[in-house]
Structures are given as C-alpha cells and as structure tokens.
C-alpha cells in the first residue's frame, strides 16, 4: 500500500486528470505513459547530444526541425509564480479535456480567473506570448 508522500503526489496526479475530465483510469493511464515516453525520450537525445560533445562526435537530435515537441521546451528559462502556474495549470486540465484551446476567451472566465485575471497574473507579456504560442503550436498538431 502507498502512504506518505508519494501517495499524495500520485493523488495530486491523479486530481489534475480528474478535473481535466479524464476520469477513466486506463485513459489516465494512457496519457501519463504518453508524457512520460516523451519525457524520456528527451531525455535520451540530451544525454546522446552530451556524449556527442564529449567525445567529439557528430550526432543528429531526434528532435531536429520540431524542437517544439520536446518535454524540456516547456520547462526551459521558465521562472513561474504560484499565480501563473495556477493558470498554466487550468490551461493543461482544458487542453486535456478538450484536445485543443482554439477560444482564447475562456480564460476569461472561471476557474482560469479564480487566481486574478490574465493581465493580473502575467504582468511580463512575453512570458504570456510564450504560453500563448504553446497553445497554438498544440492547436496546429491536434488539427494535423
């Protein structure tokens, strides 16, 4: 039996899935093997880009030409407060549920305002055009 604390980062997980409207434990399943696949297959290209470097070899990233596809491009010189991840949060738990966030408008509305709206929390514009060019990027690849 699970307790302490990684009972509570897998109900955490498993929280997110729920209100994203994943409710079925084989879809939450399904999904959570897809992002960790991604996680470690970008794993493996940055560990086979570093061993190129070190052993002065030519390597190819897997990644080439869709860097946007990587697990790490959506954590790289990101400093996020708990307002912004709080929203980027409510953005995942609908891209989730919906496939795809096409109406920008719904941030406009609760549970996406419940922390301030989205002038309030994202006070720098380019971190928000970052995460807004995300979003897109996603629209494209749901609709291709």
């Known amino acids: 039996m699970l307790t302490g604390e990684l009972k509570n980062k897998i109900d955490s997980i498993?929280?997110?899935?729920?209100?994203?409207?994943?409710?079925?434990?084989l879809d939450v399943v399904?999904?959570?093997t897809y992002l960790m696949f991604i996680h470690d297959?970008?794993?493996?290209?940055?560990?086979?880009?570093?061993?190129?470097?070190m052993l002065d070899l030519p390597y190819t990233s897997m990644f080439a030409g869709h860097e946007s596809c990587k697990f790490s491009k959506y954590l790289d010189n990101?400093?996020?407060?708990?307002?912004?991840?709080?929203?980027?949060?409510?953005?995942i738990n609908?891209?989730?549920k919906n496939g795809m966030m096409t109406d920008f408008s719904v941030m406009?509305?609760?549970p996406f305002t419940d922390k301030g709206t989205l002038s309030e929390v994202f006070t720098?514009?380019?971190?928000?055009?970052?995460?807004?060019?995300?979003?897109?990027?996603?629209?494209?690849?749901?609709?291709?």
């Open 94 to 96: 609908y891209i989730v």
């Open 41 to 53: 297959l970008d794993a493996v290209d940055a560990a086979k880009a570093k061993d190129s470097v």
């Open 124 to 144: 720098d514009l380019t971190i928000w055009l970052d995460i807004k060019n995300i979003i897109k990027s996603i629209n494209s690849n749901a609709a291709a």
């Open 108 to 110: 406009q509305e609760s």
């Open 14 to 25: 498993w929280e997110m899935f729920w209100t994203g409207g994943i409710t079925n434990p």
């Open 30 to 32: 399904e999904q959570m």
């Open 78 to 91: 990101v400093n996020l407060d708990d307002k912004q991840i709080y929203f980027v949060k409510q953005i």
